[in-house]
């Protein structure tokens, strides 16, 4: 059984997440960057990620998204699993529009320069080679963090996080949590 001030935090948790942004996950390998995304996810109230796996190997381990993964947010995120990358951007697109991946090339713009109030989804590569040429060629475009130090990147669960933070920080601003 439920107790009230449970169900009174629930529903009003609920009526603050945000339907308008999504994370994927291209072939993210170490559990622990998984459970650091799912958190960050549900912290700026994204309520469903999408992971997709094109390494054989590891379709079948990427089932494992368990309590001890996320520390205990599983049970609050969808988590959409795909191990066709053009059916899981197809299936992100309709929903949420854009897709933005997380890399550098000619059409590259600083998170600080999107809106992330509008709908959108941004995809995250895995942690040794990052986005796919493939998966950049099916995005809308990329974005970056702007960094000054000498590396060129951040762990994949970081990454996430500041970026999540700048839209939260956006739609904060305009409201979408009140």
């Not at 699993?81 to 854009?98: F, S």
Request: with cysteine.
């Amino acid at each position: 059984m439920i107790v009230p001030n449970r169900i009174e935090k629930i529903e009003a948790l609920a009526a603050r997440r945000q339907g308008n942004m999504t994370v994927v996950l291209e072939n993210v390998m170490d559990y622990h960057n998984l459970g650091a995304v799912m958190r960050s996810c549900d912290a700026v109230g994204c309520f469903e990620i999408f992971v997709v796996y094109t390494v054989a190997s590891k379709q079948k381990e990427a089932l494992r998204l368990g309590k001890k993964t996320a520390a205990g947010v599983r049970k609050w995120l969808k988590v959409n699993y795909y191990t066709d990358l053009e059916k899981c951007i197809e299936a992100v697109r309709a929903k949420y529009g854009v897709v933005w991946a997380t890399a550098i090339d000619h059409r590259t713009e600083s998170i600080y320069e999107k809106d992330f109030t509008k709908s959108f989804a941004l995809l995250f590569g895995n942690e040794k080679d990052g986005v796919s040429q493939e998966a950049q060629q099916l995005c809308d475009g990329t974005v970056l963090i702007p960094q000054v130090g000498m590396a060129q990147s951040l762990n994949i669960s970081v990454a996430c996080a500041v970026a999540l933070y700048e839209a939260f920080r956006q739609s904060n601003a305009k409201g979408f949590y009140a």
